[in-house]
């Protein structure tokens, strides 16, 4: 629902309904083994217990087609006081059905459609055509235009992903840990993880940042120095073909700007999950403490298949995995019969801004590096 200005419908300021149309048929099965190989009666040095665990996924979508995805692990404990585990796995997620566009109206989804661009920053020397602009002519090639304002309006849209023939995601990982319950220290527990995952055609929305400083993005972003045909707006607004464009379009357009969902996002995640809990019972109820730490080691992504780059302690360049260095969490607490005191202390490591509303935007270079 969207409130409308009509006055009409059921509450006061009116109602207009879009209904979407999608399908989807999922064919599943899903098996798992998991096989001891030794047990602590055969009393084998440093391996009080082995096991394996073989399981796999099979899914056939009516309309990506079928995929098969294992996943391997092993625990091994050595003794009471430490086990080891590690496992590999592929994963694959379909495109969502609800974003994947009605063809009928246009390939909208939800509430996207087109509309009148923002004003947002763009760097001549990744765009040097924007300084043909009205309100750009002259910038150096360090400077940054901003388009969207009354000089240069322009449009921006976010369609489905079917417009984009965006394919599957896919991914794997590695996780390697030890799990610590030192029986001299009764009630404290560590576990430590190391994490090796990698993510392929991850569908998302490219957002402005990421298209005017990623060269293999830049065909997202369109000028007009003489402004835009009618043919290309109405292939970008798609409204011959069902779509819908929010607000009275200027007379004259500049730019394009496509957020269609797509395969955007490409990444390799490295990195160590850390946990510890004591806990303490006494007279006076049960005292416990615990941190839980997830730092990064390395942080590469790449967009719609370009090179990969490091952006490992920054944010705001990708708003759906958080790539701040590290982050930890503290409590301490008690407990007793009804009673219960909990304190938690959050911490960040420092990080730099560089999103469209950082002080000083973003660069690239022919590869695709961060300045």
Known sequence: FSSGSQGTGAIVNGATVSVFKSRRNVLSGFAEINAPLISPEMGIPLAQKVSIDVSARYDKYSDVGPTFNPKYGIDWSIDDNVKLRANYSTSFVAVPVGISGDPSQGGRYGGSGASIAPLSPVPVAAFPQVTQLPGCAGLQPGAVCQLGSTLNPGLIRQYGSALAHAKPQEGNGINLGADITPQFIPGLLINITYFDQSYKGGITAPNHTQIVNTPSAYHLLTLCPSGCTQQQIDEFTRVPYGGAVA??????????????????????????????????????????????????????????????????????????????????????GWSQDAWQFDAFMNWTSAYRNIGATAAHTPTADANEIRR
């Not at 957020?259 to 996002?265: F, R």
């Not at 990969?308 to 705001?316: H, I």
């Not at 701040?324 to 301490?332: D, I, P, S």
Request: negative net charge; hydrophobic residues 35%; proline residues 3%.
């Open 247 to 332: 607000g009275q379009l200027p007379p004259t357009i500049y730019f394009l700007e496509n957020h269609d969902e797509n395969n955007v996002l490409d990444l390799i995640i490295q990195g160590l999950d850390n946990s510890a809990t004591y806990q303490i019972d006494t007279d006076y109820g049960e005292f416990h403490i615990s941190d839980g730490t997830t730092q990064f080691l390395r942080f590469d992504e790449g967009l719609l298949g370009g090179t990969k780059f490091n952006v490992l302690g920054t944010s705001a360049f990708n708003s759906t995995f958080p790539s701040v260095a590290m982050q930890t969490r503290v409590n301490v």
